[in-house]
């Protein structure tokens, strides 16, 4: 079965073109599964993405994709073999890093393989170098986020009867985000509640199929943040517009400092001191705002949420040996959820 993330980006490199339901959905068809499953097996015989392109656009037949790649593969073959022997002749001999005449083997190998390495280049980072633009975006995003949530969630205070109104205050988050960050915290609840060792945890976590200790940590997630709403009145809501600020603060350190898992979609992403200087500058800003604007309660409730989110990444991360937009998403919905519930406590 193949990752979500896998799954997206061959969508990304028009590979696959799943259909559209009305409300946006993705809807994979027999025939999707199909392409899903000759991608895959094609990729597996390290067919490059250009030529499976290629193929599937008619524009080479399979046969002669399938030739070239078998050319390219006993070549390699080829040259792995000298390089094996020559590895296994270095042992015999003894050899030390100070003594090692490179021409001495290099001889030994193929033509090709005798011609000069080309310098790495180092990986792009689009990131690197502009920190203070990633930090005035994600304040954008994160603020729109929750003035939107809050805006509507007092429309429908002042509009709708309480309960609707506690319904709509819950499931705003859930809605704005397209459901992604609820979809990791239910995969989340399956792998960590499942109390099995870490390799069939992590098999849990990569299974789109939802487990029982999902459905019930959803349950329970609904029960308490419905409960917290409903006992809100408008001036509370002001802080809506804050609380999706720090959760997202939290997601977005978690994902840059700590050490992701092997399938994550972060996992090509570089550590970098200036981004985790832009994201804490936010969250302190985040902070301020809410003690100045709103007075140390709401100080309290963001700091709360923080501490909720810190818990949550730090038992997940111990217990799967990495973080993953699904561990991010888990963290961010309890974060949120424990945010109502302080805001209750402290109304």
């Not at 979809?183 to 960590?192: N, Q």
């Not at 002001?238 to 603060?249: D, H, K, M, N, T």
């Amino acid at each position: 079965m193949l990752p979500r993330a896998s799954i997206r980006f061959y969508e990304i490199e028009g590979l696959l073109r799943p259909a559209r339901k009305s409300n946006g959905y993705r809807y994979y068809s027999e025939e999707d599964a199909l392409t899903l499953e000759k991608i895959a097996f094609l990729r597996r015989l390290e067919l490059p993405l250009d030529t499976i392109r290629r193929v599937q656009s008619g524009e080479i037949p399979l046969s002669l994709a399938a030739r070239q790649q078998w050319e390219t593969l006993r070549a390699r073959q080829t040259e792995t073999a000298h390089a094996a022997e020559i590895c296994g002749q270095l042992y015999q001999d003894g050899s030390s890093y100070t003594t090692l005449q490179p021409e001495r083997y290099a001889m030994q190998l193929p033509p090709a393989a005798r011609q000069a390495i080309p310098a790495e280049k180092p990986g792009y980072n689009p990131a690197a170098g502009h920190y203070w633009r990633r930090y005035f975006a994600r304040t954008l995003d994160h603020g729109t986020c929750g003035l939107i949530w809050g805006l509507l969630s007092m429309l429908g205070m002042a509009l709708l009867p309480r309960a609707l109104a506690a319904a709509l205050l819950t499931a705003l988050p859930w809605l704005l985000t397209g459901f992604i960050h609820l979809d990791g915290y239910m995969d989340t609840s399956d792998a960590m509640l499942s109390w099995r060792p870490l390799e069939d945890r992590l098999r849990i976590l990569k299974d789109s199929h939802t487990g029982s200790f999902a459905v019930v940590s959803l349950v329970l997630l609904a029960l308490f943040s419905f409960a917290a709403a409903s006992s809100l009145d408008a001036a509370d809501l002001r802080a809506l517009l804050l609380i999706p600020v720090v959760s997202r603060c939290g997601s977005a350190f978690c994902v840059i400092a700590l050490k992701p898992l092997g399938h994550s979609e972060y996992a090509a992403m570089k550590d970098s001191r200036g981004q985790q200087i832009a994201v804490i500058a936010l969250f302190l800003a985040a902070l301020a705002a809410g003690w100045l604007w709103l007075g140390w309660r709401c100080a309290v409730v963001l700091a709360v949420e923080a501490l909720a989110y810190a818990a949550s990444m730090a038992w997940t991360y111990r217990t799967l040996k990495g973080v993953s937009g699904d561990l991010a998403g888990f963290s961010l919905t309890v974060a949120e959820a424990a945010a109502l519930i302080a805001l209750c406590v402290a109304h």
